[in-house]
């Protein structure tokens, strides 16, 4: 079951990893994206750290890790393809990050929250 | 900055169709539709796009003494361009300078035979009008009934050919009347894409009216600001306020092309503009920096500000980016920056992008072939 962020990233609980993209309505308020900039796998990162660049063919954003932990994997396809962070929003992940305190998603947003959010 | 934003006529259309709107010097204006950015610019490069840009500035200069000599002349007091030599039923591109070589604005001008119809840039539009009222041998008169249209694009000729056949023999910068269901219509082929294309400017009553009718055309797709800029960027266009303004001179800008050479030093009408002495000084000596192209290593884009450097390490900067972004056509991010002009084209700059240094290739402009009609 998905969680969510207030920075309108998605997360996905696998084993102690967390797996972490961006919303359907993230990527249409960011438009095309045209570019992609990923951490190093291996990189220790703060809650709320910006870890990612993100350029669509409007603006460049940010996207934070939403959790203090490692990063044990990155999305590298997204590089050659970040066309498909629009066309399918929920399968195009970008990082899975170990957390160092354990993989508790509970104090995110659940799909009705994340909902009201967006309104 | 509280003031209300202006809307087209064809704002109700814009909503209607699911565009983004924004606000765009000083207008409520498309920034994109639901086909986005990307898919609006690849469209406009293979079919036909159509661009609300009745926010532009539409004027009448009129000569008071009905001689359009007097108005020709008139113009050529601020416009560096060969205004005279304009036959009737053609357009050329210009230059409003100011008296310390800058650009005050970039436009069109068209000669209708008794009188010019110029096309002017939303945001400088007011500046504009006060400017050519200084002019005393001439009327003023701003087009405020009117919309205007671009459509641009391989398929414009055979599209509007439909609409108005007599368009179909017009060539690259003709500029006619027309007839449309009883309403005048001012077509110019001529554009801000790269493409072949017309603009048309049209009577507010007949407006949503004949924009409807171009998008009931199969081949034809509403487009936003968003791809009409990354198209005009490939295309290699300035775009005033990001590539020139007040403090850049038409030799900076790479604009020296507009300036022909009967306005220049031993040209029959040579000089007599703003800032006409350090304008023409500059276009014969070469300015020391100039408006290129510049292709970024990799895909990440380099937007408007930011810093080049000659070197990858240390030094200071040699110009800021004007103008940057993805190329849709081109496949990759491009951009436009005034640079020392003795950097050779195919050089390698860096841009700091996010505190790293990023190498930069220095290319030509356009960045795409146009594809006029000429």
Known sequence: MLKYTEDHEWLRAEGDEITVGITAHASEQLGDVVFIELPEEGREVEAGEEIVVIESVKAASDIVAPIAGVITAVNTALADAPGDVNADPLAAWFFRIRPADGADLSGFLDEAAYQALIG | MAEELRRTGLYDLHVARGARMVPFAGWDMPVQYPMG???????????????????????????????????????????????????????RYGLFTNAASGILDDLM?????????????AGCADQDIAHLQMLDAV???????????????????????????????????????????????????????????????????????????????????PIGLGARDSLRLEAGMPLYGHDMDADVTPAEAALGWSIPKIRRPGGARAGGFPGADTVLAQLAAGPATTRRGLRPEGRAPIREGVPLFAAPEGGDPIGQVSSGGFGPSVGAPIAMACIPADIPDGATIHAELRGKRLPVTVTPLPFITPSYKR
């Open chain 2, 109 to 121: 001008f068209a000669n209708r035979g008794d009188h010019y119809l110029l096309v002017v840039n």
């Open chain 2, 37 to 91: 950015v990307l898919g609006e610019h690849l469209h406009t490069r293979t079919h036909a796009g159509l661009f609300d840009v009745s926010h532009m500035g539409q004027v009448l200069v009129v000569p008071k003494d009905g001689s359009l000599r007097t108005a020709a002349l008139a113009l050529e007091s601020l416009i560096p361009a060969d205004v005279l030599g304009l036959a009737e039923g053609r357009q």
């Open chain 2, 139 to 221: 009327e003023v008169i701003p087009v405020t009934d009117r919309g205007l249209l671009a459509l641009q694009g391989p398929k414009a000729a055979a599209v509007l050919a439909r609409l108005l056949p007599e368009a179909a023999g017009m060539r690259f910068m003709d500029s006619r009347i027309l007839g449309w269901n009883g309403a005048e219509l001012w077509v110019s082929r001529s554009g801000y894409t790269g493409e072949d294309g017309f603009e048309i400017s049209v009577p507010e009553a007949h407006l949503a009216d004949f924009a409807e009718t171009l998008l009931a055309q199969p081949e034809v797709a």
